[in-house]
């Protein structure tokens, strides 16, 4: 098969497990691109951690387009619907493989998955599952490709806006233990943990001992 791998920021966290998927796919003909002008005609288009929307015009060019959302769609769809569950308590994380529309997580439902966490995993360990489970799951929709049938999705469900930097702000007169899952969800080097107090802004990075 002809597959197709987009991912738009190339310096995104899934990199590595787009390498490992790419390396098990070894008898097809994979290509990895980081611009949807790349896109090519052919079987499968994995929209894999993109930032932007993909319109039709480029879609068209596939038999299938697949995206790998870590939410029970159609509920969190959006961005950083992981960061928005796990600040909720969530300690089971359902992700979902779809077909792709122009429309921002749209589309039939071919597979679910859930990821289970205990609640101390920071982020490095979080996206390690997430791409683990990304990989797998793409694996599996392309052995059962023939087979599979999409489920339509239920009800309107709800979207997720984008984090900024300033969505790691924390209290500091709040406890640690009330804030943890703050600090789980924050990328030490782009999105790091902060606080303000006396008029100054201090940073703060998580890291477990080794």
Not at 143 to 163: A, H, M, Y
Not at 201 to 207: C, G, P, T
Request: net charge negative; glycine share 6%; with cysteine.
């Amino acid at each position: 098969m002809k597959i197709t791998i987009l991912t738009d920021n190339p310096n995104s966290w899934i990199i590595p497990y787009v390498e490992d998927l790419k390396k098990k796919l070894s008898k097809h003909d994979v290509l990895h691109i980081f611009d949807k002008k790349g896109i090519r005609k052919g079987d499968i288009l994995f929209l894999l951690s993109c930032e932007k929307i993909v319109t039709q015009d480029y879609l068209r060019l596939n038999t299938n387009n697949i995206v790998v959302h870590p939410s029970p769609l159609p509920n969190y769809k959006g961005w950083s619907p992981m960061a928005y569950q796990i600040l909720e308590g969530a300690q089971e994380i359902v992700v979902s493989l779809f077909e792709a529309k122009e429309e921002v997580d749209e589309g039939n439902i071919y597979l679910q998955k859930t990821i289970s966490l205990d609640g101390t995993e920071l982020n490095k360990e979080i996206k390690e599952k997430q791409g683990i489970t990304t990989v797998d799951m793409a694996l599996e929709y392309i052995s059962k490709r023939d087979t599979l049938e999409g489920i339509p999705q239920v009800g309107e469900g709800f979207f997720c806006k984008k984090r900024t930097a300033n969505s790691s702000e924390i209290s500091p007169t709040d406890s640690i233990i009330d804030q943890f899952d703050q600090f789980r969800v924050a990328d030490n080097d782009r999105y790091p943990v902060f606080f303000r107090l006396y008029g100054k802004k201090y940073i703060l990075k998580i890291y477990e001992e080794d």
